[in-house]
Antibody, heavy 123, light 107 residues
Framework: QVQLVESGGGVVQPGGSMRLSCAAS????????MHWVRQAPGKGLEWVAF????????YYADSVKGRFTISRDNSKNTLDLQMNSLRAEDTALYYC????????????????WGQGTMVTVSS | DIQMTQSPSSLSASVGDRVTITCQAS??????LNWYQQKLGKAPRLLIY???NLETGVPSRFSGSRSGTHFTLTISGLQPEDFAIYHC?????????FGPGTKVDIK
């Protein structure tokens, strides 16, 4: 069965860096686009970034552009999010999500989500 | 960016009720609209994609519809396991955006 397991969260000071990872299993990872979506405590969902199945294209929310970098290693079935210059407003539960199918048309349909990893930016 | 609004922000309903949640896009997004259910402390779950299509395994009491930029999620016969927060999301264009969510709780 499909599994997505996020890791790497924790507490970091403002201006610091953190790298999140998402380990995928149960499907052909190299065929699917992947997303990061976050949810601040008690708030709604915010899309963060997307990477195409082969890593050829990446898209970011304006709020993280220039600070966050999404990447993937299809040989290891892992998705990463490198977060630099972290701010208090980046505090959230970060989910990785798999698109519903390998078609580009389905790039924005989040068919399966991990359980998330919590990032807290605080001094 | 495309803005998504939802109404109501919360509602109270009883088991067996018909519940309707609406989502409005700030511009034409065709059918590129999805609905997710999120229970307390859990990850979101895809319910409806492309405005109308029921995700595999989702009960048929859930349905979606569209009129222009106005979208509706209907639960026909609310069940105890349906008490949750419901989110709409557009993917017509990047950045993908979510509505603020609608909380459905027990009356």
């Amino acid at each position: 069965q499909v599994q997505l397991v996020e890791s790497g969260g924790g507490v970091v000071q403002p201006g610091g860096s953190m790298r999140l990872s998402c380990a995928a299993s149960g499907f052909n990872f190299s065929n699917y686009g992947m997303h990061w979506v976050r949810q601040a405590p008690g708030k709604g969902l915010e899309w963060v970034a997307f990477i195409r199945y082969d890593g050829s294209d990446k898209y970011y929310a304006d709020s993280v552009k220039g600070r966050f970098t999404i990447s993937r290693d299809n040989s290891k079935n892992t998705l990463d999010l490198q977060m630099n210059s972290l701010r208090a407003e980046d505090t959230a539960l970060y989910y990785c999500a798999k698109v519903i199918s390998s078609s580009w048309y389905s790039r924005g349909i989040f068919g399966f989500w991990g359980q998330g990893t919590m990032v807290t930016v605080s001094s | 960016d495309i803005q998504m609004t939802q109404s109501p922000s919360s509602l109270s309903a009883s088991v067996g009720d018909r519940v309707t949640i609406t989502c409005q896009a700030s511009q034409d997004i065709s059918n590129y609209l999805n609905w997710y259910q999120q229970k307390l402390g859990k990850a979101p779950r895809l319910l409806i994609y492309d405005a109308y299509n029921l995700e595999t395994g989702v009960p048929s009491r859930f349905s979606g519809s569209r009129s222009g930029t106005h979208f509706t999620l209907t639960i026909s016969g609310l069940q105890p396991e349906d008490f949750a927060i419901y989110h709409c999301q557009q993917y017509d264009d990047f950045p993908f955006t979510f509505g603020p969510g609608t909380k459905v709780d027990i009356k």
